[in-house]
């Protein structure tokens, strides 16, 4: 899977997606039959209440997790049986990661956060380019801890992208920050999408968000329930909450 | 069972694998504790319940003869209790099938009655029949190693007759516990018997008839025992009196004395260094095992419960793995205890045992295993209350980190990512990295105590009878005889060596020190017998005054030059004045050493000797062994071969057994630091990890995070473990010395490489089980969660 390079169309396919968790005695249905395509350079947003299944079908999408039924297609290639080292494989050169909590290495300073990516990866960016595109080029040696919470979310986007990856999943990434600093952040993102042109999908359960969305995908209760397309994408410094 | 308290049983399921680590900590502490501890209370009082039943003598005398009249003017001595005149002789022993000299001693027992002093404990068969002139009855240890019943015939040598007696019973004595030849360092259960014959049969065989030749006592409570002792001294003098001695002085006694001293201070020192390594490392698990509950206690207090509340339910959860600990600890220890005592009963052959496992015992194990888990729960649950709950409940702010001085030296440019955080993880926290390092150093260390001793033991037998005593065999006559002895000797085909020398009894005083033993006068140009100095260096003896084994010199206090006072306990019984000459280093005895020819000038008995230092060809030594069975004049036959091998016997059934049960012990104490260690990191780094696995590495990539540091820690703390163990090493070594022996402080590598080997071994297995887990994170859940 290394060396997946068609970007032209579908991005993702998924086909047929259900989930089911087995808790002993009770079946949990987190999605229960969920077609979608992601496109090159599109920015989506999945929306949806908290149990809708949105975590559980970004999890899937980006390898973490897989799906009881049906196909997932990364450009082509089918995710739905690969091994572990293939999923590895998959988020370590294709997906880029954005988490609510940021999850940053404490020990690791805002480059080498970024670093930490860049040496695994195969074509990456350089880190200071990657801190730079998300406004951060002052704040390369400082630690997490002497970082504020938006600008520790920016760190995350920077390590992201250093990748180059062809895909962009963002779970909740302003759900721990207060509006005016979110906005940065999704302006970084909406910057990312539009001059790298990685197709993005993003979570949240704010509808205010999805205006900046070409496309916003409502799922409730495991099922897609509604689909819009926006004609026009707001920009997220016009958003407000 | 209210909720709180299902919560606890839920955790401790949940940190089943850690809070079984921890409870094996202190169980393994808990029973060496309880095991050397009521091992040691049982023995001593197992002897003494022996000793108190079969009226065990408290002062002991030989003498040449003296009439059975004198009897009551012993009684007149104020204080003397009990009396039993005896007759004890020496023999040789034939058995059939056993080419090696064997030499003995038979003791009567009345005809009429029972003994007072010194019972029988029959084993098998019976008493012998008053008045019949051909039964015995024979000592345990003795009849087992020839395999000897009750039926059976042995032929011995009294007085240079040859006599065929009829064994009728096996015996054990309070007085023979330890059976020991003339001249021997170690018990020798298969060359030297003791027997048993009524008064009267023995009394005509040895010219004894109305005459007695030794001489036991006890006396009443409170009496003085050395006054009783140079009253019998003074009375017995005129009739040939050998000097009377207390019970600390009877050979048996005193041997088996300094082996419970040794047992003692193992029995001490052991689980105080493994109670203690225990405690510090409950203490530091136990503390930053709720260092990672901070949330849920944050939430506790959110709900209104109090900082006791909280404080109360983290310690029932302490509490209960303390508890599981103490309740293995106590029982294995019991068990290990009872089992050990087993195997000392029967190596000292006791008749029987009683086994005691003290609630005082119990009691103190138990309060320090808790006292250190408690000490170790109430600093980390203040440091956890004193946080305000909204701010405990919050997304714990990223741990501050800074570039480590490893790195600002250069050392940067050479670290990758992974590298940098184990190295800035190490950094950042400096004082518990520290404790952990400690923690894996004193495991390495407590294994080095274990193991040294065979080096040390090995090292002593090279030393002793490689370097010293270098003779085949001792043969001690009954008497002193003329040098003539050793020509005879000599002139045996096979002999190749020989030489003389002369070892007399004496008491040894320096101001109001003294100490009983044997002065040996040896040839100062001897090659089969040599002393050497600390350095293994041989030292010749000068022509005048005594040299002292730097042992006996410690226990006089006496140094170079000072004048000893020499009572000599034979002959004539002179009492010398005799400067110290100078120190020898000896690892095994306490003896002092004179020049042979000046031994005799003091003695004024011409060219007397005691025995002869003989080295042989080997394959002559039938030959020369019935050769020497037929020289009534022997005492005894000591070979080096066999010499070695009872010492190894004797240390094999104590002192080793005792060290192996420990180091295994020891092992487990060590796998469980190691992988309580591992197992904390883990917890504390999980979600670190789980979002480098989200990000694409692979688990060996995190592996080598989270157990690259466990290596780093653990390679650092080995070498501290060294120092460490040396100093309790050490520490041993010195509390270790008794008359018996002193152990060397010998650390082979071997020790060393053992001790890093368990240690890794333990780091291998725990990264093993960590890294099952590493392979098993949840990195949906991870992400989902703030800390």
């Not at chain 2, 979002?691 to 070498?719: K, M, Q």
């Amino acid at each position: 899977m290394n060396n997946i390079t068609d970007t032209t169309s579908a991005v993702f396919q998924a086909r047929g997606i259900t989930k089911v968790y087995d808790m002993g005695e009770v079946s949990v249905h987190a999605l229960r039959g969920i077609d979608m395509e992601l496109h090159s350079g599109e920015l989506v947003v999945l929306l949806g209440p908290s149990g809708s299944g949105k975590s559980t079908l970004l999890n899937i999408l980006g390898g973490l997790d897989t799906a009881t039924e049906g196909t997932v297609t990364y450009c082509g290639k089918d995710l739905t049986g690969a091994s572990e080292q293939e999923l590895t494989d998959y988020r370590r050169y294709h997906v880029g990661f954005v988490f609510q909590f940021y999850n940053l290495i404490p020990s690791l300073t805002a480059l080498e956060n970024v670093a930490v990516v860049t040496e695994i990866a195969q074509t990456p960016m350089n880190p200071e380019d990657a801190l730079a595109m998300v406004g951060l080029a002052d704040r390369v040696n400082h630690f997490p801890a002497q970082l504020s919470g938006g600008e520790q979310q920016r760190v995350a986007i920077a390590r992201a992208i250093a990748k180059k990856p062809a895909v962009l999943l963002c779970d909740e990434p302003t759900g721990a920050l207060d509006s005016s600093t979110g906005i940065i952040v999704l302006e970084v993102l909406e910057k990312i999408n539009r001059d790298l042109g990685t197709a993005t999908v993003l979570i949240t359960h704010n509808a205010d968000i999805a205006e900046m969305a070409d496309r916003v995908i409502h799922l409730s209760n495991g099922l897609i329930s509604r689909e819009q397309r926006n004609e026009l994408r707001k920009s997220p410094r016009d958003l407000h909450w | 069972m209210n909720v709180l308290d299902r919560k606890i049983l839920r955790n401790l399921w949940r940190m089943k694998g850690q809070a079984a680590a921890i409870a094996l900590v202190i169980a393994s502490g808990v029973a060496t504790f309880i095991m050397s501890i009521s091992t040691m209370q049982s023995l001593k009082l197992t002897q003494a319940t022996f000793y108190r039943d079969y009226h065990f003598a408290e002062v002991f005398s030989s003498l040449k003869r003296a009439p059975e009249s004198l009897k009551t003017r012993i009684q007149e001595i104020p204080g003397v209790n009990r009396i039993e005149t005896r007759v004890v002789t020496p023999l040789n022993i034939e058995v059939k099938g056993f080419s090696d000299p064997v030499t003995g001693h038979l003791y009567s027992i009345p005809d009429r009655g029972k003994s007072l002093l010194n019972k029988l404990y029959l084993r098998q068969g019976r008493l012998v029949q008053p008045f019949s002139d051909d039964e015995v009855v024979i000592g345990e240890a003795f009849a087992e190693s020839h395999d000897l019943h009750p039926g059976d015939e042995i032929s011995v040598v009294i007085n240079g007759r040859l006599r065929e007696l009829l064994i009728v019973g096996i015996a054990l004595s309070p007085e023979h516990i330890y059976q020991m030849p003339p001249g021997a360092l170690f018990p020798d259960f298969e060359r030297y018997g003791v027997m048993w014959m009524g008064r009267k049969t023995l009394g005509t065989v040895y010219d004894m008839e109305g005459a007695f030749n030794n001489v036991s006592l006890t006396v009443s409570a409170g009496a003085n025992i050395s006054d009783i002792v140079d009253r019998l001294d003074d009375l017995l003098r005129p009739y040939g009196g050998l000097g009377a001695y207390g019970r600390k002085d009877q050979l048996s006694h005193r041997y088996l004395s300094e082996e419970f001293r040794q047992l003692e201070q193992m029995a001490a020192m052991f689980p105080v260094i493994f109670l203690g390594v225990a405690a510090f490392l409950l203490n530091v698990v136990i503390s930053r095992l709720l260092s990672i509950q901070r949330d849920e206690i944050a939430v506790l207090k959110a709900f209104g419960y109090s900082n006791l509340d909280v404080g109360i339910h983290f310690t029932k959860l302490v509490l209960l793995i303390v508890l599981a600990g103490l309740i293995l600890g106590v029982s294995g220890g019991a068990w290990l205890g009872q089992w050990m005592s087993t195997i000392y009963k029967e190596f000292y052959r006791f008749p029987f045992l009683r086994y005691e496992l003290q609630p005082a015992v119990v009691a103190s194990g138990a309060f320090i295993s808790i006292a250190a888990a408690l000490i170790g729960t109430v600093y980390s649950l203040r440091k956890a209350a004193l946080l305000p709950p909204a701010q405990a409940m919050r997304p714990e702010p990223p741990a501050t980190y800074k570039e480590t001085l490893l790195e600002r030296l250069g050392l940067k440019k050479i670290l990758r990512q992974p590298s940098r955080m184990i190295v800035r993880h190490i950094g950042r926290r400096p004082v518990k990295s520290l404790l952990t390092v400690t923690g894996i150093a004193f495991a390495c260390a407590i294994m080095m105590v274990g193991r040294f001793q065979e080096d040390s033991v090995d090292y002593m037998v090279d030393v002793q009878f490689g370097l010293s005593q270098r003779e085949d065999m001792a043969i001690t006559f009954i008497e002193p005889t003329s040098r003539r002895a050793l020509y005879e000797l000599k002139s045996l085909e096979g002999v190749q060596r020989g030489e003389v020398f002369r070892s007399v009894p004496a008491r040894l005083r320096f101001g109001h020190r003294s100490y009983r033993t044997a002065v040996q006068g040896i040839e100062s140009e001897g090659d089969l017998h040599r002393l050497l100095n600390e350095d293994l260096k041989i030292v010749h003896l000068p022509a005048a005054g005594i040299v002292l084994t730097d042992h006996l010199g410690e226990i006089l206090g006496v140094r170079e030059g000072d004048e000893l006072t020499v009572e000599v306990l034979e002959g004539r019984r002179p009492v010398l004045r005799v400067p110290v000459a100078g120190l020898i280093s000896q690892y095994i005895g306490v003896s002092a050493y004179m020049e042979l020819a000046s031994l005799n000038r003091l003695m004024r008995e011409g060219s007397a000797i005691s025995g002869v230092y003989l080295s042989t060809d080997s394959d002559q030594r039938p030959l020369i062994f019935s050769k020497l069975k037929r020289m009534p004049r022997i005492a005894g036959t000591e070979l080096r071969e066999k010499a070695i091998e009872n010492f190894y016997d004797t240390m094999g059934e104590t002192i080793l057994i005792f060290t192996f049960i420990n180091t295994l012990l020891a092992g487990i104490i060590a796998f469980g630091v190691v992988y309580n260690s591992a197992r904390i990191a883990l917890s504390e780094r999980s979600r670190e990890l789980a979002s480098l696995r989200v990000l694409g590495f692979t688990r060996g990539e995190i592996s080598y995070i989270l157990l690259g540091e466990l290596a780093v820690l653990t390679l650092a703390a080995i070498p501290v473990g060294f120092i460490i163990g040396q100093a309790m090493c050490f520490y041993i070594t010195e509390n270790l010395k008794t008359d018996l022996f002193r152990i060397p402080l010998i650390l082979e590598g071997s020790t060393y490489a053992f001790a890093a080997t368990v240690v890794l071994a333990a780091a291998c297995i725990s990264a093993f089980m960590v890294r099952r887990r590493l392979d098993n994170l949840d990195l949906v859940a991870v992400l989902k969660t703030k800390e």
